[in-house]
């Protein structure tokens, strides 16, 4: 016992994990090990090497001595036994291949898998002695044999990255040759050329250890056979040479063969003629499929055929950044990788931040972009086409030499990973073990598990960021004067990528980042750093563009400011969301024009949030008394309030952060503080005879404010004690139009319109009345749009009390306590009718206009105005201005069905987003959905959807209102 604790100890020093059943298993071992043991403790896992070398020597104890014979056969079995734990298994079951390990190299490949399922290497059409388990087990014993010796080279640094890559790729291709020689023995296909076209990786010749191959199949039918008949039999034969490499046998199985790169995916035909191919790339292929046909190469079959294939279809890759479509399928692609990252993103050596695809994504765009007047950037491998884009200065050699040393970083961890069970993972591990593992296989002996974790983070965050300024830093050297020890890309090439990634204008932006990053101040200088990022989430947005334009501009008037340009540099929420307003918001930008400084609440989403009325009107109050005497003025500071509010409620909205019913009340809250400080201005300097209210109608009074809403209202006044009348109305006539003159005065904020045409008698009648008369004139002439129309009235500035009382006066007539009599009902139905057929703009598409076309606006407020005059009364739950707060009133008093209110509200709701979003983007109101294909695009972009979503959101607005006017002719019109 003593005896195997000291063992335990020495080999725990020596650095084996676990040094006890280390111990147990040399004792166990016939074979003296002492010698190897010095040897095994230097690999990635001493353990898990002893435990195969154990099992080996078992199986065929000769491997000791050749061993201790060949130091190099030493060197690379160990390496393979301390990463492989599937070829040490491998090794195990044929300790005959152990030997070839110690050879140099190993003979052409195709020659010899050909010749392990019994087919003659030289044939044109190689076909199997035999099909059965006996040929596809040959295949996979010889085929891991070949990637042992690779491996071997591999870990023990006598092969490089792209070497292994293209062994890797060219393995995978014999493989396939030898699996079609399996595939011949179980169909007949003398009437057809086949060819297989490697995709992905596998026609990059950048494979890895494990990974599905991709392929596209091509098929000609020989002089004089039927092509009906030739393809039949060339899918067969594509099927039958699929199962070759997939199939389970005693020696396991190869990997997947996709065939989802072909045209139409996984629902088009699995093999095609070559005319067939290039109709379809030529009339209905996406860009993402010229960028999959980037890596196209023959790799089996009719070598022939698959070379007229590449050949013909090079043609098409090369004009793809030319197609219409080009910018909205590069961010299709995007958002499918994107989509494809699950809660293990962060540790994904492909798809997460920084990882393999980030890289290859940029390179390949910048070769379609480029490559097209530049054949010299036409390379199919990652990092020969990195070193062309390098050398033609499309990419700064810095940035080159950084991806290049992160992907071959990040493709050797893949390999090691892969390497351990032969199993396709691109996930890092967590385990200690497995970490530690990798850190030593790439010779971390130290601290493996800290270097390598600190040194994979580094590599993904350089990737991750040079990923961004990819394709923006060359612009710049393009247009600014800057020391460079390279060649700067052309004006013309910078304007032509510009373009690509969706810029209409890219002469133009040339000029704005010209503007910006030209010079040797401070200022330019953090200009060049920020703008290659900014460009970015410029070109991410509905209009790059007016981005751009409204980034210089508000640079411009801030670009001296100290705070400015480094709250940008050093806060990246800032600046993304900056970004994304100005490449969305026609109206947010021009706010933020005349307002600058309120670029600093973007920082945070509680920046964000909706000022509660109190402190915004005890900050307009405060405005207007530090103006005392001068009401233009005081006016003038609260309207530059309004106009922060504005910014910050569009930010919010546009940022998600609060819905349509939230913008609504936020809108009409600051309207009320808007009025209520203007109110006080003008009645600074007005006689003190009359007490005076603002009455909020309309979508004021229902706290459902657009941003393009007017304020309707009604002004009321009641003279004070021993004042007489006519003085009293003269006095409230001329505060009524002072307030209307204050708010409507040239200026650089939106307008507050005062819209006084819901009074009684409208246009026609007094501007002003005194509460005796509003009563007198709805008790006698009052009709039933009027009782409609006041269902929104609510107080909302000047005496609180005067309001107050007007809102009792009239609640009688809005809220009737019978109900309305069925001619009422009726002449309300035909009200709605006529203005339906009278009030739509002429040329307007009914189903498209927000406000009165069917499921509209008009119709969900209609259905609860008339429930309100019907039941109100009687109902008090009922009285409400708020027309969402009425329908779910309603359904619990049981007035109307769940689902109805559901579908209504879902209509109202979408009609008021789409309302909103159009004077956001347009930055002037709207009701109809836009006829312009680009404007709709950019407002389904502004309500969420993707760029190429303008159609879908089409269809869901005619689905919802569709919907909503059933219910409102069933429940309004009673059909």
């Given at each position: 016992?003593?005896?195997?604790?000291?063992t335990?100890?020495?080999l725990?020093?020596?650095?084996?994990?676990?040094?006890a059943?280390?111990?147990?298993?040399?004792?166990?071992?016939?074979?003296?090990?002492?010698?190897?043991?010095?040897?095994?403790?230097t690999?990635?896992?001493?353990d898990?090497a002893l435990?195969?070398?154990?099992?080996l020597?078992?199986?065929?104890?000769?491997v000791?001595?050749a061993?201790?014979?060949?130091?190099?056969?030493?060197?690379?079995l160990l390496a393979?036994?301390?990463?492989?734990a599937?070829?040490?298994e491998?090794?195990?079951r044929h300790p005959?291949?152990?030997?070839?390990?110690?050879e140099?190299?190993?003979?052409?490949a195709?020659?010899?898998?050909?010749?392990?399922v019994?087919?003659?290497?030289?044939?044109?059409e190689?076909?199997?002695a035999?099909?059965?388990?006996?040929a596809?087990a040959?295949l996979r014993v010889?085929?891991?044999?070949r990637?042992?010796?690779?491996a071997?080279?591999d870990?023990?640094?006598?092969?490089?990255?792209?070497?292994v890559?293209?062994?890797?790729?060219?393995?995978?291709g014999a493989a396939l040759e030898a699996?079609l020689?399996v595939?011949r023995?179980?169909v007949?296909?003398?009437e057809?050329?086949?060819?297989?076209?490697?995709?992905?990786?596998?026609?990059?010749r950048?494979?890895n250890?494990?990974?599905?191959?991709d392929?596209?199949?091509?098929?000609e039918?020989r002089?004089?056979?039927?092509e009906?008949?030739?393809?039949?039999?060339?899918t067969?034969?594509?099927q039958?040479?699929?199962?070759?490499c997939?199939?389970t046998t005693?020696?396991?199985?190869?990997?997947?063969?996709?065939?989802g790169?072909r045209?139409?995916?996984?629902?088009?035909?699995?093999?095609?003629?070559?005319a067939?191919?290039?109709?379809y790339?030529r009339?209905?292929?996406?860009?993402?499929?010229?960028?999959a046909?980037?890596?196209?190469?023959p790799?089996?079959?009719d070598?022939?055929?698959?070379?007229?294939y590449?050949?013909?279809?090079?043609e098409?890759?090369?004009?793809?950044?030319?197609?219409?479509?080009?910018?909205?399928?590069?961010q299709a692609?995007?958002?499918?990788?994107e989509a494809h990252?699950?809660?293990?993103?962060e540790?994904q050596?492909?798809?997460?931040?920084?990882?393999?695809?980030d890289i290859?994504?940029?390179?390949?765009?910048?070769?379609?972009v480029h490559?097209?007047?530049?054949?010299?950037?036409r390379?199919?491998?990652?990092?020969?086409?990195l070193a062309?884009?390098?050398?033609?200065?499309?990419?700064?050699?810095?940035d080159?030499?950084?991806?290049?040393?992160a992907?071959?970083?990040l493709?050797?961890v893949?390999h090691?990973?892969?390497?351990?069970?032969?199993?396709?993972?691109?996930i890092?591990?967590?385990?200690?073990?497995d970490?530690?593992?990798?850190?030593?296989?790439?010779?971390?002996?130290?601290?493996?598990?800290g270097?390598?974790?600190?040194?994979w983070?580094?590599h993904?965050?350089e990737?991750?960021?040079l990923?961004e300024?990819?394709?923006?830093?060359p612009?710049l050297?393009?247009?600014?004067r800057?020391p460079?020890?390279?060649a700067?890309?052309?004006?013309?090439?910078a304007?032509a990528?510009?373009?690509a990634?969706?810029?209409?204008?890219p002469?133009?932006?040339?000029?704005?980042?010209?503007?910006?990053?030209?010079?040797v101040?401070?200022?330019?200088?953090?200009?060049?750093t920020?703008?290659p990022?900014?460009l970015g989430?410029?070109?991410?947005t509905?209009?790059?563009d007016?981005?751009?334009?409204?980034?210089?501009q508000?640079s411009?008037?801030l670009g001296?400011?100290?705070?400015?340009l480094?709250l940008?540099?050093?806060?990246?929420a800032?600046?993304?969301?900056?970004?994304?307003?100005?490449?969305?918001?026609?109206?947010?930008?021009?706010?933020?024009?005349?307002?600058?400084d309120?670029?600093?609440?973007?920082?945070?989403d509680?920046?964000?949030?909706v000022?509660?009325?109190?402190?915004?009107?005890?900050e307009?109050?405060?405005a207007?008394?530090?103006?005392?005497?001068?009401?233009?003025?005081?006016v003038?500071a609260?309207?530059a309030?309004?106009r922060?509010?504005?910014?910050?409620?569009?930010?919010a909205?546009?940022?998600?952060?609060?819905?349509?019913e939230?913008?609504?009340t936020?809108l009409?809250?600051?309207?009320?503080?808007?009025?209520?400080?203007?109110l006080?201005?003008?009645?600074?300097k007005?006689?003190?005879?009359?007490?005076?209210?603002?009455?909020?109608?309309?979508r004021l009074?229902?706290?459902?404010?657009?941003y393009?809403?007017?304020?309707?209202?009604?002004?009321v006044h009641?003279?004070?004690?021993?004042v007489?009348?006519?003085?009293?109305?003269?006095?409230?006539?001329?505060?009524?139009?002072?307030?209307?003159?204050?708010?409507?005065?040239?200026?650089p904020?939106?307008?507050?319109i005062i819209?006084?045409d819901?009074?009684?008698e409208?246009?026609?009648g007094?501007?002003?009345?005194?509460?005796?008369?509003?009563?007198?004139?709805?008790s006698?002439?009052?009709?039933?749009?009027?009782?409609?129309?006041?269902?929104?009235?609510?107080f909302?500035?000047?005496?609180?009390e005067?309001?107050?009382?007007f809102?009792?006066?009239?609640?009688e007539l809005?809220?009737p306590q019978?109900?309305?009599?069925?001619d009422a009902?009726?002449?309300?139905r035909?009200?709605?009718?006529?203005?339906?057929?009278?009030?739509?703009p002429?040329g307007?598409?009914?189903?498209?206009h927000?406000?009165?076309?069917?499921?509209?606006?008009s119709d969900?407020?209609?259905v609860a105005q008339?429930?309100?005059?019907?039941?109100?009364?009687t109902?008090?739950?009922?009285?409400?201005?708020?027309?969402?707060?009425?329908?779910?009133?309603?359904?619990?008093?049981?007035?109307?069905a769940?689902?109805?209110?559901?579908?209504?509200?879902e209509?109202?709701?979408f009609?008021?987003?789409v309302?909103?979003?159009?004077?956001?983007?347009?930055?002037?109101?709207?009701?109809?959905?836009?006829?312009?294909?680009?404007e709709?695009?950019?407002?389904?972009q502004?309500?969420?959807y993707p760029?190429?979503?303008?159609?879908?959101?089409?269809?869901?607005y005619?689905?919802?209102?569709?919907?909503?006017?059933?219910?409102?002719?069933?429940?309004?019109?009673g059909?």
């Amino acid at each position: 016992m003593p005896r195997i604790e000291s063992t335990a100890a020495r080999l725990a020093k020596l650095g084996f994990a676990d040094g006890a059943r280390a111990a147990q298993l040399v004792r166990q071992s016939e074979a003296d090990l002492d010698d190897i043991l010095e040897s095994l403790v230097t690999v990635a896992d001493p353990d898990q090497a002893l435990v195969s070398l154990t099992r080996l020597i078992e199986r065929e104890p000769a491997v000791l001595g050749a061993l201790r014979a060949d130091e190099g056969l030493k060197d690379r079995l160990l390496a393979v036994l301390g990463v492989s734990a599937a070829l040490g298994e491998h090794l195990v079951r044929h300790p005959g291949q152990v030997a070839r390990l110690a050879e140099p190299a190993l003979g052409e490949a195709r020659a010899e898998l050909l010749r392990a399922v019994g087919a003659e290497p030289g044939e044109s059409e190689p076909r199997a002695a035999e099909g059965g388990n006996g040929a596809l087990a040959a295949l996979r014993v010889a085929y891991r044999g070949r990637l042992a010796h690779l491996a071997a080279r591999d870990l023990t640094g006598q092969a490089t990255l792209s070497e292994v890559t293209a062994e890797l790729s060219d393995l995978a291709g014999a493989a396939l040759e030898a699996a079609l020689a399996v595939a011949r023995t179980e169909v007949e296909a003398e009437e057809v050329r086949f060819a297989v076209i490697g995709m992905g990786k596998c026609g990059a010749r950048e494979l890895n250890y494990i990974s599905d191959v991709d392929v596209i199949f091509v098929a000609e039918p020989r002089e004089g056979a039927d092509e009906a008949k030739a393809l039949r039999a060339a899918t067969r034969l594509a099927q039958a040479m699929m199962r070759a490499c997939s199939a389970t046998t005693p020696e396991g199985s190869l990997w997947e063969v996709d065939a989802g790169l072909r045209p139409e995916g996984r629902s088009g035909p699995l093999v095609r003629t070559l005319a067939s191919h290039l109709a379809y790339y030529r009339r209905w292929a996406k860009t993402w499929e010229f960028q999959a046909l980037l890596k196209a190469r023959p790799v089996a079959g009719d070598l022939e055929l698959g070379a007229a294939y590449v050949e013909a279809v090079n043609e098409l890759v090369w004009t793809a950044a030319t197609r219409e479509h080009f910018v909205e399928d590069v961010q299709a692609m995007r958002r499918r990788v994107e989509a494809h990252v699950r809660a293990e993103g962060e540790r994904q050596l492909k798809l997460g931040p920084g990882g393999l695809r980030d890289i290859e994504f940029a390179v390949q765009l910048l070769q379609l972009v480029h490559g097209r007047l530049d054949p010299l950037l036409r390379r199919r491998g990652t990092l020969p086409a990195l070193a062309a884009l390098s050398r033609g200065g499309y990419v700064a050699r810095d940035d080159s030499r950084g991806l290049a040393e992160a992907y071959s970083f990040l493709r050797q961890v893949e390999h090691l990973l892969q390497l351990h069970r032969l199993r396709r993972t691109h996930i890092v591990p967590t385990g200690e073990a497995d970490l530690r593992r990798l850190g030593r296989a790439l010779g971390m002996q130290a601290d493996p598990v800290g270097e390598f974790t600190a040194r994979w983070r580094r590599h993904a965050m350089e990737a991750r960021r040079l990923h961004e300024k990819l394709f923006y830093r060359p612009l710049l050297q393009a247009v600014a004067r800057l020391p460079e020890s390279e060649a700067r890309l052309s004006t013309a090439a910078a304007a032509a990528r510009l373009e690509a990634l969706g810029y209409v204008d890219p002469r133009g932006a040339l000029r704005h980042i010209a503007n910006l990053s030209t010079g040797v101040s401070r200022r330019a200088a953090i200009q060049r750093t920020l703008l290659p990022v900014m460009l970015g989430w410029f070109a991410d947005t509905p209009d790059p563009d007016a981005a751009l334009l409204g980034f210089r501009q508000v640079s411009d008037k801030l670009g001296s400011t100290p705070w400015y340009l480094r709250l940008l540099r050093d806060e990246t929420a800032v600046a993304a969301r900056m970004a994304r307003v100005l490449g969305t918001s026609r109206y947010a930008t021009t706010l933020l024009m005349h307002a600058p400084d309120a670029v600093a609440m973007l920082g945070s989403d509680e920046e964000l949030a909706v000022r509660p009325p109190e402190s915004l009107l005890g900050e307009a109050s405060a405005a207007v008394t530090r103006y005392a005497g001068d009401p233009e003025t005081a006016v003038t500071a609260v309207r530059a309030l309004r106009r922060k509010e504005l910014f910050r409620t569009a930010v919010a909205d546009l940022s998600g952060l609060i819905d349509i019913e939230t913008v609504g009340t936020a809108l009409s809250r600051l309207n009320d503080v808007t009025l209520q400080a203007a109110l006080d201005a003008a009645l600074s300097k007005a006689a003190n005879v009359t007490s005076f209210a603002v009455i909020a109608m309309g979508r004021l009074g229902g706290l459902e404010c657009s941003y393009a809403s007017d304020a309707d209202v009604m002004f009321v006044h009641s003279p004070l004690p021993g004042v007489a009348e006519r003085e009293a109305t003269d006095a409230a006539f001329a505060v009524a139009n002072e307030l209307r003159r204050l708010l409507s005065l040239p200026a650089p904020d939106p307008p507050l319109i005062i819209d006084p045409d819901l009074r009684p008698e409208g246009r026609q009648g007094p501007l002003v009345r005194t509460l005796a008369s509003y009563r007198a004139y709805y008790s006698r002439w009052s009709s039933p749009w009027e009782s409609q129309a006041l269902l929104r009235a609510r107080f909302s500035a000047g005496d609180a009390e005067l309001g107050a009382a007007f809102t009792a006066m009239i609640d009688e007539l809005r809220y009737p306590q019978g109900g309305l009599q069925d001619d009422a009902v009726r002449e309300i139905r035909r009200l709605k009718a006529r203005m339906e057929a009278e009030r739509l703009p002429r040329g307007a598409d009914p189903a498209l206009h927000t406000k009165l076309g069917p499921g509209g606006l008009s119709d969900v407020e209609w259905v609860a105005q008339l429930l309100q005059l019907r039941y109100a009364g009687t109902r008090p739950s009922l009285r409400t201005t708020r027309t969402l707060e009425a329908l779910r009133a309603a359904v619990a008093e049981e007035l109307l069905a769940p689902a109805d209110e559901a579908v209504l509200a879902e209509a109202w709701r979408f009609a008021s987003r789409v309302r909103d979003a159009i004077m956001l983007v347009k930055g002037r109101p709207g009701d109809s959905v836009p006829r312009d294909a680009g404007e709709r695009r950019m407002l389904a972009q502004t309500l969420g959807y993707p760029p190429d979503g303008s159609e879908d959101f089409l269809d869901d607005y005619r689905r919802v209102t569709r919907r909503a006017r059933k219910v409102v002719d069933r429940v309004f019109y009673g059909a």
